[in-house]
Each structure stands twice: as C-alpha cells, then as structure tokens.
C-alpha cells in the first residue's frame, strides 16, 4: 500500500464548477498537509499548507483535513480554465521530515 | 530571486551514457531534495540533502545513481551507465528549513534515454 493515495484521474469540469480533489493516507504520524500544483511542463508549486485538523481557507480554495480518517481534500469555488493543471497532495512525515506526494489529479476546466 | 535553477532543461543520451544533472538551490536555503517523476510512479524523492550532507537516499533505485552536494550552492545528481527506464523528469527542489514544509522546486530536466 502506497503511503499517499491520489486519484490520477483526469478529471474535466465546466468553468465555474465545484471541484473536489482528495487524497488518503496511511500513517497517522503524518503531521504537515500541502497541496501543489503542477502546470504542464513546469516545476510543482506550493498552493496551500496546513498541519491541524479542520479547513483553511484561500480564496477560492478551501484545503481540509481529517486526522481521523486520514482523508485529506482541496476544493475549488468558481473553477477557471487557468486552473487547469496536476494538483498533488503532499504530506510530510513528523518522524523523518520526508515530503512525500500523492500521484496528482489531472484537472481540466472547460470553458 | 532566481528560484531553484536546473541544468540541463533537456537531455536526450544513449542507453550506456552518463549522465548529469545539476542543481543550484536559492541562496540560503539549507535542504535539497532530488525528485524523480514519471506518469507511472509519480513524484518520488531520491535523495535529500541538510547542510550539504545526505540525509537520506534511500529512494536512489540502484548503485548507478549518485548524488553529491560539494557546497551550498550547488548539486549533481549522476547515472552511470543510463537505461531506458531511466526516462523522466528530474526535479531539484530547496528549502530553508529541514523539514522541508515550504520547499521550492526547479523547473526539471527532462531526460530522455533511447
């Protein structure tokens, strides 16, 4: 069982759409939750990162964790075509510091 | 700020050949980690650097694989002799702090071994 698991997809949604991006994990001392996105052909880029249970809120995206069900989600409100790209949840490890990623959900918003 | 500078951007080699990759992390920072990604596995880290020292490289797949970080400016990721299966894109990545919570990645090279 892979530590991080991250549907692939791809998922495609109409510009303007609520979209809902989810990853589980394996080991409860995982502390440190992040999210990036990964734009073809470029680099990952931190979006958003949080280490306690609950929602964080950024603008149009809402990152929330439940420590419980080692469930980890990334909505986005009012999708844009420009945020089309990999998104990849990544999880750092309290014990080694290690980051470890999920394998990226492919999103295309449509206009 | 120049951000996390990889070279080269793109490498296309003969399965037997060396190759290098190098990395200069942003001034500063004291952690650097070597990513592998492949449309099968992901991102995978190889190999992560604190203070210039290796950390942990457990990830490295095989002997052929060499990584080395001579001062804080400045790291080589090598395979010797390449394969096929070696295809990907590498990404360096740095962070000022070790446990790696707000790490900055390059833009990859991308390798191509035929």
């Known amino acids: 069982q892979k530590e991080v698991e991250q549907d692939p997809g791809p998922l495609s949604v109409p510009e303007g759409a609520i979209v809902s991006l989810n990853c589980t994990y394996s080991?409860?001392?995982?502390?440190?939750f992040m999210w990036y996105r990964q734009y073809s052909r470029k680099g990952p880029e931190l979006l958003m990162y949080?280490?306690?249970?609950g929602n964080k809120e950024d603008g149009r995206f809402t990152a929330q964790v439940d420590k419980s069900s080692k469930y980890i989600s990334l909505f986005i409100r009012d999708s844009q075509p420009s945020d089309s790209a990999t998104y990849l949840c990544?999880?750092?490890?309290?014990?080694?510091?290690?980051?470890?990623f999920g394998q990226g959900t492919t999103l295309q918003v449509k206009p | 700020d120049a951000g996390v500078i990889q070279s080269p951007r793109h490498e296309v080699t003969e399965m037997g050949q060396e190759v290098t990759l190098r990395c200069k992390p942003i001034s500063g920072h004291n952690s650097l980690f070597w990513y592998r990604q492949t449309m099968m596995r992901g991102l995978e880290l190889l190999i992560y650097?604190?203070?210039?020292?290796?950390?942990?490289d457990s990830g490295m797949p095989e002997d052929r694989f060499s990584a080395k970080m001579p001062n804080a400016s400045f790291s080589t990721l090598k395979i010797q002799p390449s394969e096929p299966r070696d295809s990907a894109v590498y990404f360096c990545?740095?962070?000022?702090?070790?446990?790696?919570?707000?790490?900055?990645f390059g833009e990859g090279s991308w390798l191509t071994v035929v």
């Open positions: 949080t280490y306690s249970s």
């Open positions: 990545a740095s962070t000022p702090q070790g446990s790696g919570n707000t790490i900055y």
């Open positions: 080991n409860s001392a995982f502390q440190y």
């Open positions: 990544a999880i750092i490890s309290g014990n080694t510091g290690k980051l470890i």
């Open positions: 650097f604190n203070n210039n020292v290796p950390i942990d």
